[in-house]
C-alpha cells in the first residue's frame, strides 16, 4: 500500500505502521505498511488526485491513520474515505450547514469496501445535476465516518491550482454531452428542467479543458 504522502504528492517516510491512540492506549492501525498498492489501484488513486479532490490527513501527517478525499459541490459532497487494511468508502453527502467531512449526517449515494471499484464507482459518478441523481438520502455507511480520536491532529492538502475544478469540468461536460443526446433521442422534452440545465452546463464548458 502507498504511504499517504505518496497517494498526495508529498515525499514518503518511512513509518510505524501501528501507534497508540491517546484516548485509549489501543493499537492504532496505519495506512503506511511495507506493502504498495496493486498498480491499477495505484492509478486509480492518482486520477482521483489528478480530479481536484481536498485530501485530510488525519494522525501523524506522514503515517496517517485515515485518509479522506473531499470534492465540494454547492449542494453535495463527494467523499472517499481509506481506511487501514486497505478499505475505501466513497459517498456523496448532502452539504448541509456546518459540514463535516469526517461525519456526514445524510448521502445519496455510497460504496465500499474494495479499493478497485470503490474508487471506480466515485470517479464515474455522474454530475449532481443529472436528471436521473437520486434524490432520497439515508445515513452514511459506519466507515465513511471517522471516530474524533482519529481525527487529530489532520492536516489539510488542497489540489494544485492546476488540477483545482478538473472534477466539476469534467462531469459537467460529460453531462452537456449525454443531455444533448437525450434530447436527441427524444429522452429529454423541450423546456425541460434537465434541458435547462444542459444549457447552463454547455455555457459553463464552452472552451474550457480538463
Not at 514518503?12 to 505498511?33: F, K, M
Not at 489539510?156 to 462531469?171: I, Q, T
Request: hydrophobic letters at 40%.
Amino acid at each position: 500500500m502507498r504511504s499517504a504522502r505518496e497517494m498526495t504528492g508529498e515525499p514518503a517516510v518511512p513509518l510505524q505502521s501501528v501507534d497508540a491512540t491517546p484516548n485509549t492506549g489501543q493499537p492504532t492501525r496505519r495506512l503506511t505498511t511495507k506493502y504498495q498498492w496493486p498498480g491499477h489501484v495505484d492509478a486509480l488513486l492518482r486520477r482521483v488526485a489528478d480530479d481536484g479532490f481536498l485530501f485530510y490527513l488525519c494522525g501523524d501527517r506522514g503515517d496517517p491513520a485515515v485518509l479522506v478525499a473531499a470534492y465540494y459541490w454547492d449542494r453535495h459532497v463527494d467523499l472517499i474515505t481509506i481506511t487501514p487494511p486497505g478499505r475505501v468508502t466513497a459517498v456523496r453527502a448532502i452539504r448541509e450547514a456546518s459540514f463535516d467531512p469526517f461525519a456526514p449526517r445524510k448521502v445519496v449515494w455510497a460504496y465500499g469496501n474494495d479499493p478497485e471499484p470503490t474508487l471506480l464507482a466515485a470517479l464515474n459518478l455522474p454530475h449532481p445535476d443529472h436528471p436521473d441523481h437520486p434524490a432520497s438520502s439515508f445515513e452514511p455507511p459506519r466507515l465513511a465516518v471517522v471516530p474524533a480520536h482519529l481525527q487529530r491532529p489532520t492536516t489539510v492538502k488542497a489540489p494544485e491550482p492546476w488540477r483545482a475544478g478538473n472534477r466539476a469540468r469534467r462531469l459537467e461536460q460529460a453531462l452537456a454531452q449525454e443531455l444533448a443526446t437525450m434530447r436527441e433521442a427524444g429522452l429529454v422534452p423541450d423546456g425541460g428542467t434537465a434541458l435547462r440545465a444542459a444549457v447552463v452546463v454547455t455555457n459553463r464548458t464552452a472552451g474550457s479543458s480538463v
